[in-house]
């Protein structure tokens, strides 16, 4: 058996047919299999993007529209023995974001940490500590750009794919373009040195 009909093989049967009807769908243009695509996708990929934009919360949301717009559009090119369904909308996010973090770095702005919708803040508080809120929202952003620092690209993206978005290392190295073998390094780097600067941090 060859590696790609391995990584067709190796995803749950009932979550490759639940994906197949869903791209089938996709294909035919159903509206309610554009909903599903969003509800069963869209919190994790905005969790993934918002982390590798720094918490810019905005332009995070932006990004996830273009991904299901695209996923939906482009359904007829997604090839099942090459990428699982998550790997293939992960991979269309990576690219998406990439594009995104260019233009950033083309405008002078505050940095992405620091801001924050007023929409974003109401929704974190219970609507009467907005500052309450706004203090601990910055600090978890302060925390992920701190992590951003000692980590690489890759690094970072590989960690946020397998501790926040629990994608398999088989299903990391699809969406970025490596071996399995190449993920467990960046992983084991990666969380090296997240643990290495949290003991700082801490000490």
């Known amino acids: 058996m060859g590696e790609t009909e391995m990584a067709h093989v190796s995803v749950p049967a009932a979550r490759r047919a639940g994906d197949d009807t869903l791209i089938r769908g996709l294909r035919e243009r159903r509206a309610e299999s554009c909903a599903e695509l969003y509800d069963r996708f869209a919190p994790g990929l905005h969790r993934y993007v918002?982390?590798?934009?720094?918490?810019?919360?905005?332009?995070?949301?932006?990004?996830?529209?273009?991904?299901m717009v695209a996923a939906a559009r482009d359904a007829a090119r997604f090839n099942p023995r090459k990428a699982s369904l998550s790997a293939w909308l992960y991979g269309i996010a990576r690219r998406r974001v990439n594009l995104e973090i260019?233009?950033?770095?083309?405008?002078?702005?505050?940095?992405?940490?620091?801001?924050?919708?007023?929409?974003?803040?109401?929704?974190?508080?219970?609507?009467?500590?907005?500052?309450?809120?706004?203090?601990?929202r910055l600090d978890a952003r302060r925390r992920v750009a701190e992590m951003a620092e000692v980590l690489s690209d890759v690094e970072?993206?590989?960690?946020?794919?397998?501790?926040?978005?629990?994608?398999?290392?088989?299903?990391?190295?699809?969406?970025?373009?490596?071996s399995e073998r190449a993920v467990h390094s960046i992983l084991h780097r990666a969380r090296t040195k997240a643990r290495e600067r949290l003991v700082r941090n801490d000490g």
């Open 102 to 136: 260019r233009r950033q770095k083309r405008r002078k702005s505050v940095p992405a940490w620091a801001q924050i919708s007023i929409t974003a803040l109401r929704e974190a508080s219970d609507g009467s500590d907005l500052a309450g809120a706004a203090a601990s």
């Open 50 to 67: 918002v982390t590798r934009l720094l918490g810019d919360v905005e332009a995070a949301e932006e990004v996830v529209v273009e991904v």
């Open 156 to 178: 970072m993206e590989a960690l946020t794919l397998s501790c926040i978005e629990e994608l398999s290392v088989r299903e990391i190295g699809q969406v970025l373009g490596r």
